[in-house]
T-cell receptor
Framework: KNEVEQSPQNLTAQEGEFITINCSYS?????LHWLQQHPGGGIVSLFM???GKKKHGRLIATINIQEKHSSLHITASHPRDSAVYIC?????????????FGKGTLLTVNP | DVKVTQSSRYLVKRTGEKVFLECVQD?????MFWYRQDPGLGLRLIYF???????EKGDIPEGYSVSREKKERFSLILESASTNQTSMYLC???????????FGDGTRLSIL
């Protein structure tokens, strides 16, 4: 079973700062997902990637398959970015494709 | 946009009750999932269904069962609720394997 570790567990930043959240995993994967959960519960998928880098607005996700490591970056952070960010890795195999989740990183961005 | 709807946001039940949590998705997705989320433990898979009437156990199925009689609806059943099943329950669906999952807003269940 894959072990997924996120760091840091908690992160407090000032508005405008550049933020990095890290994710490492123990076993080779098919894909890695970054998710965002706002207070109240709803979870939104931000990225799914299996190599290289993806960008969406101020969010950038990178993955290094050899090192089994991914990072989520937020540029010019804003208080509305405050949320829990969750890394999840997908195993291989067709309809049996399932996710193993990290424990999440709680990000607070102060104005 | 995909909509995954969970029947209740908050639910309070008593120990020993049979509890039903309902989830409906409107995008004809094949796969549906039930997770529970606890502080310090993250999301853990209870059951998933890859087609109507098909189900597979996840990592923590004990004390739970599921039902998928129609493609759009996936029900989680707590056969005899216990206090250690107090948790946030999240339903999700996806179109194909390796596609992003779409989550409902969650049901915060308290068992007294």
């Amino acid at each position: 079973k894959n072990e997924v570790e996120q760091s840091p567990q908690n992160l407090t930043a000032q508005e405008g700062e550049f933020i990095t959240i890290n994710c490492s995993y123990s076993v080779g994967i098919s894909a890695l997902h970054w998710l965002q959960q706002h207070p109240g519960g709803g979870i939104v998928s931000l990225f799914m990637l299996s190599s290289g880098k993806k960008k969406h607005g101020r969010l950038i996700a990178t993955i290094n398959i050899q090192e089994k490591h991914s990072s989520l970056h937020i540029t010019a952070s804003h208080p509305r970015d405050s949320a829990v960010y969750i890394c999840a890795v997908g195993n291989s195999g067709g309809s049996n494709y399932k996710l193993t989740f990290g424990k999440g990183t709680l990000l607070t961005v102060n104005p | 946009d995909v909509k995954v709807t969970q029947s209740s946001r908050y639910l309070v039940k008593r120990t020993g009750e049979k509890v039903f949590l309902e989830c409906v998705q409107d995008m004809d997705h094949e796969n549906m999932f039930w997770y529970r989320q606890d502080p310090g433990l993250g999301l853990r898979l209870i059951y998933f269904s890859y087609d109507v009437k098909m189900k597979e156990k996840g990592d923590i199925p004990e004390g739970y069962s599921v039902s998928r009689e129609k493609k759009e609806r996936f029900s989680l059943i707590l056969e005899s609720a216990s206090t250690n099943q107090t948790s946030m329950y999240l339903c999700a669906s996806r179109d194909f394997p390796r596609q992003p999952q779409h989550f409902g807003d969650g049901t915060r269940l308290s068992i007294l």
